[in-house]
């Protein structure tokens, strides 16, 4: 007989345990789905995890892919831990790329080494600009934060639209939805030659250590340990609570605003209708998956750039649609959260009683 | 008709504590029975085994020789137990009679019918068609009585059911519950009170630690007696020395007013009072009267005008709770685990919350764990919390443990003043006993307390001048020897 029994704790090992099991499952039911429409599991596995990142361009690629998503998935882990629930980080992202993108274009005739850090800035700003709204009206105006940071996505989406469509569609570009190449000044260098990983995997690396240490070893990562927890106990040790729930939003913002920079101002160079192939959603699989904690994310941001790029070779050689890559995606969620039962809960094997 | 009620050999057990071992016990109608223990002691549980919200491990329950499958609380219903919790099950925003069809079976006029005949049959007066929020905790519990007696229940468990009313609501409610056992309904009182028990019980059944210790009849028991059974040890009897008159004021409360947008929150209307050093200012009332909010504005949660709160003769009113610490104010709140506390933090941790200047625990912005770790130990050392590890989450402490190490995490510092909201809460009394003895410390050493407590014993036993908060407003301030809990009572259902 099994029997389900309370843990008295939870268990760390089981805590990093459970990513792996997720990552485990993921696979044996995904080469499941792969059998039922008639691949071969392992070879289908095989071009979607293993193929991709054989060679150099392909890790190149793996970087560029987990940059966004870690980037993101860092802001939010400020957020989630401290139990705001911001899940517009798309938004957040494209609204990022539209500031930058604007400052990229005004200076579209001019080279300089000074136009780059501000288009960056502007990107980081322009985040932080979009992530306060949902903040401030779920402090002040007691909104769920959850609906307003979602809805928020397909209004920068559509601003977006607006934007390379109409007034910054590029003069000579035969009313093609795209702006003007940004000038050489305002993208990111490229790190190798022939390569399209560019330097924007460093702001990714300078986030996790600067989490890591804001949310460990200050007083206002304690601090937003604790307003996260109860507001009422931040209240009680006389910390302001709700400024604390918007600087969440306003780290997670800018994360995501300078994923959205990296984005425009490293392989795409303009601004067009898709930037982002949903680094913002994604990325909140990523946070989970990396249990909020930066060198998790780390490697959950590798795990799931995989995804992406499995799903374009699945599609080239094994007329796999790449929609695939978000079902994979899909079932880490899924199994990571369904194995999350194991942290609180476990399973007792019992002989049959009599 | 007579009732009998058996449980037998029932155990239930929970990860980590074995909630009850081995109980039997058996009633019969005619007498009121008091299940008597501390928190935790496994009266709860073994109640809501009766009632059918808990499923028993092993064990058998039987009514009138019936062996009784009780899975849910429909079960319990169905074979005529009646249970009236604690805490009441009722819709605040439908009236009194639509609360009472939800669970009945019965046509509209029939029922209604059935509930006037109740109501006078027990001297019962209320309006059942205003809204149950209208109403005071004494009438809602009235409702959830009614609720049972609707179905002519054969056993009726009532779970602390004194700890919202007032004096008077009390003896009433002795009164019917009095009239019950004489038609013959088996009554099952359970507390932790034991004046009460004295007053209202035939028999007495007192639990310790999931085991049932003793069953005696009150005749031959006192309080000193069951209080011993309760807590497996003869008890201290703490008694506070009289208090040095001091006429040095520490703190002045002047016109302090406290108007809430939340219509469920209290207005404070009027508050003046001040403390002498050395002092301890107990404040009564039953819960809901606004102690939580004046909680909040001593403690600067809530912001007031600066010249309402003038301490150490400084006007602090608009200073928030980490500003006020400055000034030696210190903080215990009602709320253990929402507020004082967070559980799912290490223990070290939530000492950190009390961040006093001196205190070093963050330098330039940085966490300083060695002095907060150093600082932890030593209020785990001095105010008894059973533990040696400090990285321990708070939410394995017991709540007695929890409750030390808060009153030690605001003690250490060495405030003037503490300000603490039912400081002994849900605790057991050995933990009672030992925040008592150090409240009563505190005033010898010449320090003072604001003590907001719905427990009249404790006002009684630790407070040098009292006074009685009823919707928001203060009673004047007594001398504590002048005061009776009689006299308490009175003023707590709001009378002059």
Redesign the interface.
């Known amino acids: 007989m099994i029997k389900i029994?309370?843990?008295?704790?939870p268990s760390r090992a089981i805590f990093f345990f459970t990513p792996v099991l997720a990552i485990f499952l993921t696979l044996v039911a995904g080469g499941l789905i792969f059998f039922i429409l008639g691949f071969k599991p392992f070879e289908a596995l095989k071009f979607f995890f293993i193929v991709p990142i054989a060679d150099k361009y392909g890790f190149s690629e793996l970087l560029l892919k987990a940059t966004p998503l870690c980037l993101i998935a860092i802001g939010l882990s400020f957020c989630f831990k401290s139990n705001n629930w911001n899940i517009g980080a798309e938004g957040q992202l494209t609204f990022g790329a539209i500031v930058s993108g604007g400052v990229a274009l005004l200076f579209y005739e001019q080279e300089g080494f000074y136009i780059l850090p501000i288009v960056i800035l502007a990107g980081a700003i322009g985040g932080m600009l979009y992530a306060s709204i949902p903040a401030i009206l779920k402090t002040y105006f007691n909104t769920n934060e959850i609906l307003v940071s979602l809805m928020l996505v397909y209004v920068s989406k559509l601003i977006l639209d607006y934007l390379v469509v109409g007034p910054w569609s590029n003069p000579e570009g035969f009313n093609f939805p795209e702006t003007r190449q940004f000038s050489d000044s305002a993208k990111l260098p490229l790190l190798f030659e022939g390569l399209r990983i560019h330097a924007g995997i460093f702001l990714a690396l300078a986030a996790v250590v600067i989490s890591w240490f804001v949310f460990?070893?200050?007083?206002?990562?304690?601090q937003m340990?604790?307003s996260g927890?109860?507001l009422?106990?931040a209240?009680?040790?006389?910390?302001k609570g709700k400024k604390m729930i918007i600087l969440v939003f306003l780290i997670s913002g800018a994360c995501a605003g300078l994923a959205g920079v990296g984005e425009i101002t490293g392989p795409i160079g303009q601004l067009h209708r898709e930037i982002s192939p949903d680094y913002g959603f994604t990325a909140i699989i990523v946070a989970f998956l990396g249990r909020l904690h930066p060198v998790g994310i780390i490697f959950a941001s590798l795990v799931v750039a995989i995804t992406y790029l499995g799903a374009e070779t699945a599609q080239i050689f094994m007329q796999i649609p790449k929609y695939t890559g978000q079902v994979f995606q899909g079932m880490i969620l899924f199994f990571l959260l369904a194995s999350d039962y194991l942290l609180f809960f476990k399973i007792k094997f019992i002989g049959l009683k009599k | 008709m007579n009732t009998n009620l058996k449980i037998s050999n029932v155990t239930k057990i929970y990860p980590g504590c074995v909630a009850n071992d081995n109980v039997s016990l058996e009633f019969n109608s005619g007498k009121i029975y008091a299940l008597l223990g501390e928190n935790g002691a496994g009266k709860s549980t073994l109640v809501k085994i009766l009632s059918g919200v808990i499923i028993p491990d092993e064990g058998k329950i039987y009514l009138n020789e019936n062996n009784l499958k009780l899975n849910s609380p429909l079960d319990a219903k169905k074979n005529d137990i009646g249970m009236v919790f604690q805490h009441f099950n009722l819709f605040e925003t439908l009236s009194v009679f639509e609360n009472l069809i939800i669970d009945s079976d019965e046509q509209r006029e029939s029922l209604r019918e059935k509930i006037d005949t109740i109501m006078k049959k027990y001297n019962f007066s209320i309006d059942l068609d205003i809204p149950i929020l209208n109403l005071s905790a004494g009438q809602k519990q009235k409702v959830e009585i009614i609720r049972c007696l609707i179905r002519n229940p054969k056993v009726l468990i009532m779970d602390e059911p004194t700890s919202v009313l007032t004096e008077q609501e009390t003896s009433e409610l002795f009164l019917s519950l009095k009239k019950f056992s004489e038609e013959g309904i088996l009554i099952i009182y359970i507390t932790h009170k034991l004046k009460e028990v004295m007053q209202l019980c035939d028999e007495v059944a007192v639990m310790r630690r999931g085991k049932l210790v003793s069953v005696s009849e009150i005749k031959n028991e006192n309080i000193e007696s069951l209080a011993n059974k309760m807590v497996g040890q003869n008890l201290k009897t703490i008694k506070k020395k009289k208090a040095k008159t001091s006429s040095d004021q520490l703190i002045k409360i002047t016109n302090l007013n406290f108007t809430s947008e939340d219509p469920f929150e209290t207005n404070l209307i009027d508050i003046n009072f001040s403390v002498n050093r050395g002092e301890c200012l107990g404040i009564a009332g039953i819960s809901g009267n606004g102690q939580s909010e004046l909680f909040q504005v001593l403690s600067g949660e809530i912001i007031s005008e600066k010249n309402s709160i003038e301490f150490n003769n400084n006007y602090i009113g608009d200073l928030n709770p980490q500003e006020r610490r400055e000034y030696l104010m210190a903080f215990s709140p009602e709320d253990r685990l929402e507020q004082a506390a967070i559980p799912q933090m290490k223990i070290f941790e939530n000492v950190a919350l009390n961040n006093f200047k001196s205190s070093n625990f963050f330098n330039n912005g940085l966490i300083n764990e060695n002095k907060i770790k150093e600082h932890s130990k030593k209020i785990i050392s001095d105010f008894n919390v059973n533990t040696d590890n400090i990285e321990l989450k708070s939410q394995f402490l017991s709540g007695g443990n929890l409750q030390k190490l808060i009153i030690g995490r605001e003690l250490i510092t060495s405030p003037d003043l503490l300000i603490c909201f039912n400081p002994t809460w849900g605790l057991d009394v050995g933990a009672i006993n030992y925040i008592h003895e150090t409240l009563i410390k505190i005033n010898e050493q010449n320090k003072s307390i604001i003590l907001i407590s719905t427990d009249t014993d404790e006002l009684l036993k630790l407070s040098d001048k009292i006074s009685v908060i009823h919707k928001g407003k203060l009673s004047k301030i007594m001398n504590a020897e002048e005061v009776t809990s009689e006299k308490l009572g009175i003023l707590m259902g709001g009378a002059n």
């Open positions: 029994v309370k843990r008295d704790q460990y070893k200050t007083y206002l990562g304690f340990k604790v927890f109860s009422k106990t209240k009680y040790a006389g910390y």
